[in-house]
């Protein structure tokens, strides 16, 4: 059950932290409007490898962590300026509007490299995990170790909303245009503050 648990909680978080127009995404909307789907699929497929990697590394550095109860604690609110941090960056920062192709060839390891470029993926996945340390058990287990789980739901999670990408995009090519211009990420950025000061309540009155 906790595997399942694990595998659901992660996809969420995944599939919510792939809608910002990061690098591989990005790039997955741009083939699917001026090449093939196809393309973009395997630009995606290739794209998720790394998030379960990353994942992964960040699931055993937190394990590392949480055996030192005092360190721990502190890196529990050392999260709260890490996520406002990145809030405030994805508010802040300008987006890209113009998309440069890449020359890497094969769109599988076109994803994979790009997303491998990525390694702020293991800062978000020790920030969401210190977040949901107390709440997934990733030590019991009957079929799957949860942390294997988590791992695959996060690849998951990021596939499906590269895939929902290309569907929308393939369907509604005029209205994606229209929504790449919309800054989702000071969205995303005002909900990473959020979460920071859900920690803080969390912490002190918790």
């Known amino acids: 059950m906790n595997e399942l648990i694990a595998f ?15 690098i591989v995404n990005v790039q997955v909307i741009h083939t699917t409007l001026h090449h093939h789907r196809h393309q973009a699929i395997m630009i995606a497929v290739g ?28 890196l529990q609110y050392l999260v ?14 300008k987006s890209h509007k113009e998309i440069k192709p890449v020359t890497f060839t094969g769109s599988f390891v076109k994803g994979f490299v ?8 293991i800062t978000y996945w020790i920030a969401w995990l210190l977040v949901i340390h107390d709440y997934v058990d990733f030590e019991s287990y ?21 895939r929902l990408f290309i569907f929308l995009t393939e369907r509604y090519k005029p209205f994606i245009n229209k929504w790449l211009k919309v800054d989702i990420n000071k969205v995303m950025g005002a909900v990473f503050i959020l979460v920071g000061i859900f920690v803080i309540i969390k912490n002190v009155f918790w």
């Open 142 to 162: 009957v079929i799957l170790s949860p942390r294997i789980a988590f791992a695959i739901g996060a690849s998951a999670g990021a596939f499906a909303m590269l």
């Open 114 to 121: 790009l997303a491998s470029l990525n390694p702020q993926l």
């Open 47 to 74: 794209g998720v490898i790394p998030e379960f990697i990353y994942t992964l590394i960040a699931i055993y550095s937190v394990d590392l962590l949480s055996q030192n109860e005092q360190l721990f604690q502190f």
């Open 80 to 93: 709260v300026p890490v996520l406002i941090g990145i809030g405030l960056f994805m508010i802040l920062k």
């Open 8 to 22: 659901v909680v992660s996809f969420a978080l995944s599939f919510w932290g792939s809608l910002q127009l990061g």
